[in-house]
Each structure stands twice: as C-alpha cells, then as structure tokens.
T-cell receptor, first 112, second 113 residues
Framework: ETGVTQSPTHLIKTRGQQVTLRCSSQ?????VSWYQQALGQGPQFIFQ???????GRGNFPPRFSGLQFPNYSSELNVNALELDDSALYLC???????????FGQGTRLTVV | GNSVTQMEGPVTLSEEAFLTINCTYT??????LFWYVQYPGEGLQLLLK?????DKGSNKGFEATYRKETTSFHLEKGSVQVSDSAVYFC????????????FGTGTQLKVEL
C-alpha cells in the first residue's frame, strides 16, 4: 500500500507566476486536504476535497484553488504568486471526510 | 475562532529525562485534540489523539490527557530517547474526524546523549 505522494518536492517560482502542486492520495482514500506551512509555523488548512467536490475552505484568497480527479488525486493551484506564498505545502488524504489524515512529505515552494 | 497555543522551543533534554510540552486551546464547540510529530525530512505523523474530556491518548510512551476545565492537552513522556528528536504539533478539530485541523506553531525537541 503506497502512502501519500506529492510532486514536485521542491520548486522555485517568480512573483506573479502561477504554480500547480500535485498529490496522489493513499489507496482507498477519497478525501484530500491541503495545508500551507510557513517556516517556523504550524500548518494552516487551505481546503479539502471529497469525491471531487470542495468540502470546506480555510482563510485563503481565491487565487488558491484546487481540483480533485476521479482517481481522488488532487492539485493545488496558486495564481499571481506572492513572496509570502513561500512555504511547505502539505497534502493529506483520508479514507473519508471524518477520518484520520495521513500526510505526504510536502512540496517546498520558494517564490523569488 | 479556533486556536492552539504551544510552548516555544527548542526544548533540549538529556536522554531519559522527563518531557512535558504544554498545549492549550480555544475552540468554538467541542473539539477533538491531537498531537502530531514531524521528524526531519518527513511528513506529519499522528502521534495520539483524544476526542472527549478526560480521555487519555497514548502511543510510543507518549501520553496526553484532554482537560476541558483547563482547555489543555499537554504532551508527556517519562523517558525520552535521542530518536524522539523532532517537531511536535498540537492540533484540534471541531466536528470532524481529524482532517480539517487547526495547528499550533510546533515545539522542537532535541534530545542529547
């Protein structure tokens, strides 16, 4: 059984650009949650997808958007990147909406 | 709103010392409480959880008791090992099973020989 995998592991983008981060959920899981972890801070909930529909959103602007595919993998898209978007982005999958989250290793995004 | 406050780190201990990492919370509603651990270069792992008042979560020698009267969920371990060196996060969720979490800022633990 494979765990949660995220790609890429690191990337560098320029302010104003757009970025897409990817997450493959653990086998048998239909729910994916995304978190942003700034350096030295705890993760902050961005949003959750359940069976391809958004199922809750944290306090993030609309330029943070997501998608979940029929195989339950997911993408996080960030438009008009800002320097403060530099962070570790964590994906977590769950068997369903109200069960334990299993985290991937994250994607380190640096905006310059 | 919901928030979690943890003691600041880093916490540096000698091997076999007693560990306490304090965590207090504010929540609108009745939260479930969690401790996560993040080892260097790895993702977050659930260490233990408690879903109602006076419950004690435990795992790998770590324990935490849900104290509603003091809104606290302090993490303890009787004898730490070098392999326990990591960042520990306290978290809560109201009305869910643990996948829309509010985290504290984390406490780094360093255990030395």
């Amino acid at each position: 059984e494979t765990g949660v995998t995220q790609s890429p592991t690191h990337l560098i983008k320029t302010r104003g650009q757009q970025v897409t981060l990817r997450c493959s959920s653990q086998s048998g899981h239909n729910t994916v949650s995304w978190y942003q972890q700034a350096l030295g801070q705890g993760p902050q909930f961005i949003f959750q997808y359940y069976r391809e529909e958004e199922n809750g959103r944290g306090n993030f602007p609309p330029r943070f958007s997501g998608l979940q595919f029929p195989n339950y993998s997911s993408e996080l898209n960030v438009n008009a990147l800002e320097l403060d978007d530099s962070a570790l982005y964590l994906c977590a999958s769950s068997e369903t909406r109200n069960t334990e989250a299993f985290f991937g290793q994250g994607t380190r995004l640096t905006v310059v | 709103g919901n928030s979690v406050t943890q003691m600041e780190g880093p916490v540096t201990l000698s091997e076999e010392a007693f560990l306490t990492i304090n965590c207090t919370y504010t929540a609108t509603g009745y939260p479930s409480l969690f401790w996560y651990v993040q080892y260097p270069g790895e993702g977050l792992q659930l260490l233990l959880k408690a879903t109602k008042a006076d419950d004690k979560g435990s795992n790998k020698g770590f324990e935490a008791t849900y104290r509603k009267e003091t809104t606290s969920f302090h993490l303890e371990k009787g004898s730490v090992q070098v392999s326990d060196s990591a960042v520990y996060f306290c978290a809560l969720e109201v009305g869910g099973g643990g996948n829309k979490l509010t985290f504290g800022t984390g406490t780094q633990l360093k255990v030395e020989l």
